[in-house]
């Protein structure tokens, strides 16, 4: 109870990618009395909770870490293409210790309330273990996806095996060994953990909803000579993952489909197959925003499904996809179509044979009862706003910000939201985000953000807060950007919130690429934070409506969208 409403200048929510290098930035480059909250035991974020067996980074390690450190970059080597989780702590603690940072976290402590009080000037926050603390700023840097979403199937309750969602893993070891298992999920984590899952479960059976697009990871041990080449090339791929549309250390082509015959787009995407990764969607520059260009792509992945999956039935349930490829984001693997042909797994059609319940020892479906010892939710996250609806936020007048996102997350540059002075959001809804390498974006709202508050100390600006105006052609602007993409064709995505029961069907992460994100922001700082309201005591000092031609004027063309 020593820190009873101690008082800070920054608050920061989460002790992951973002909030660690957001407190860095803050309490060394800004010298502000920052203090980091973080529901976990430990640092990590995602990579904290998510510890599901095949779990590993769809990013290449070379481009998922922080660059705004030459010696840190330079100093750290990863060992395989992906890292998995066990190596990113590694290597967020290793950049913890060299920074010093641990010492301004506080671990298990969990953020309930957060209300902003008008006459301090300040936000007042309750963690669940009892600690009440105020700060000037307040920063979430709470990721896009750590929000399990745990289907209502009924009966769950009555199970009486174990059962785990995968973004909640045990840190002791689970065993598989000889039981009987359900997966309920083939999404990017589904496709990563029934491989792993299959080798030394009794049986696997495989729930399945929505077959998927996926593409060989192609992970394997870093070469010397590769790693001299990130070693010797800092600039040269920083370069390149900033000014990418998704952040990523590959170029998109510039080609289009049709540009190419038959023969030569086969070859195309045979050697992207090869190479394996996301880099497969980088094949064509219009794979994402013409259904004809993409169908080419997704034949071809439809055609590698086949060729794998030696049951027919179980071959035409897992390729019978009806959305564009990338349509939903993108997974890659290793070895999940072939893990169909062992004789330990099988597939569950959902869409064919529904689950009607859970029951003790098993899953019903309309045909069957499954028996079982384990069942995995691989079943996704209520994703970018489901974090912040578990907390009690309230900006002026007691406004609750369930309230105001309601129909749908309203933010200005997925920055600040009308209504709550001095909140920054990093990577939240209406920003490039989960449709990028996250490192890339978080380092880009982080170095902002300190910007912003640095702005503000040098002008005695004591609030700084999204205008409405400006909220509102945002919004406006982060739907345009996912109307010129396939992604909004795609009905059960959650990028679209569709995954969650009740949740409004808005396109939550700004499609318009990272690299014309990051020129917005720039030009926002440029022309005095317009679209932001800067107040000083009672004083507007700056509240320069934007104009949308003016302020968004980079974003007349979406043509390589972030994704
Ligand atoms: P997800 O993509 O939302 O997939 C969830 C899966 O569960 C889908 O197959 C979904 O089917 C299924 N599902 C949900 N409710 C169900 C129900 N009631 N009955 C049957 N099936 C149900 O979640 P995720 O796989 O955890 O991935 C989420 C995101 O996390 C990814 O898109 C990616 O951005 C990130 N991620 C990244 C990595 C990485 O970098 N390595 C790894 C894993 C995840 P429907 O498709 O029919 O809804």
């Not at 909140?423 to 912003?452: A, D, K, R, Y």
């Not at 945002?474 to 029961?501: C, D, F, I, Q, R």
Request: net charge negative; glycine share 6%.
């Amino acid at each position: 109870m020593l820190d009873q409403l101690k008082s800070y200048d920054a608050i920061i929510i989460g002790a992951g990618f973002s909030g660690l290098y957001q407190l860095h930035s803050l309490r060394d480059q800004l010298g502000l009395d920052t203090l980091v909250l973080e529901a976990g035991s430990d640092l990590g974020g995602t990579w904290f909770w998510n510890r599901y067996p095949g779990a590993r980074c769809d990013s290449e390690s070379h481009s998922y870490c922080y660059m705004f450190s030459e010696e840190i970059y330079k100093e750290w080597e990863w060992s395989e293409r992906y890292p998995g989780p066990t190596e990113i702590r590694s290597y967020l603690n290793f950049v913890s210790k060299k920074l010093d940072l641990r010492k301004n976290i506080k671990f298990n402590t969990s953020v309930e309330k957060a209300h902003f009080i008008e006459d301090a000037n300040q936000w007042e926050i309750t963690t669940a273990n009892g600690l009440v603390c105020r700060s000037t700023y307040l920063i979430t840097a709470i990721g896009c996806i750590s929000s399990a979403n745990i289907p209502n199937i009924p009966g769950l309750e009555e199970f009486t095996g174990d059962w785990y969602h995968t973004g909640k893993w045990p840190h002791e070891n689970v065993s598989f060994k000889d039981k009987r298992v359900g997966q309920i999920g083939t999404g990017s984590t589904g496709i990563q953990a029934a491989p792993v899952i299959a080798e030394t479960a009794g049986h696997l059976h495989v729930f399945q909803r929505t077959p998927n697009y996926s593409v060989p990871a192609r992970n394997a041990p870093l070469t010397k000579d590769f790693k001299e080449y990130v070693r010797d090339n800092y600039e040269e791929i920083k370069d390149l993952v900033q000014s990418t549309p998704n952040g990523h250390p590959f170029r998109i082509s510039t080609s289009k489909v049709f540009d190419s015959n038959e023969d030569e787009r086969n070859k195309v995407y045979e050697d992207a197959w090869e190479k394996g990764g996301l880099q497969f969607r980088a094949t064509y520059q219009d794979l994402t925003t013409d259904k004809k260009a993409n169908d080419t792509a997704a034949d071809f992945l439809k055609s590698k499904i086949k060729s794998v999956v030696r049951d027919k039935k179980t071959a035409e349930a897992l390729s019978e996809i009806d959305y564009p490829y990338a349509g939903k984001r993108p997974p890659i693997d290793t070895n999940y179509f072939e893990t169909f042909n062992k004789e330990n797994v099988s597939l569950v059609d959902v869409k064919k044979e529904s689950i009607l319940k859970i029951t003790k020892d098993g899953i019903q479906t309309n045909q069957r009862h499954i028996p079982l010892d384990i069942i995995v939710f691989a079943t996704g996250f209520d994703a970018i706003t489901g974090k912040f609806f578990e907390m009690d936020i309230r900006g002026r007048n007691g406004v609750k910000l369930t309230d105001v996102w309601r129909e749908g997350p309203k933010t200005y540059l997925g920055l600040q939201t009308p209504g709550f002075p001095n909140l920054f959001t990093i990577t939240g809804p209406g920003s490039p985000s989960v449709l990028c390498n996250m490192p890339p974006c978080i380092e880009q709202h982080v170095e902002w953000i300190s910007q912003c508050l640095e702005y503000m100390r040098a002008n005695h600006i004591d609030t700084c807060e999204a205008d409405e105006s400006a909220a509102t052609e945002w919004v406006k602007h982060v739907n345009e950007a996912a109307e010129a993409t396939l992604l909004v064709t795609v009905p059960h995505s959650w990028y679209l919130g569709a995954n969650v029961e009740g949740k409004p069907r808005v396109f939550m992460p700004y499609a318009g690429g990272m690299n014309r994100y990051r020129a917005l922001c720039d030009d926002v700082v440029k022309k005095q934070y317009v679209g932001f309201k800067m107040k000083s005591k009672s004083n507007v000092i700056n509240a320069v409506t934007p104009n949308k031609n003016q302020t968004f004027d980079v974003t007349n063309q979406i043509k390589t969208p972030g994704i």
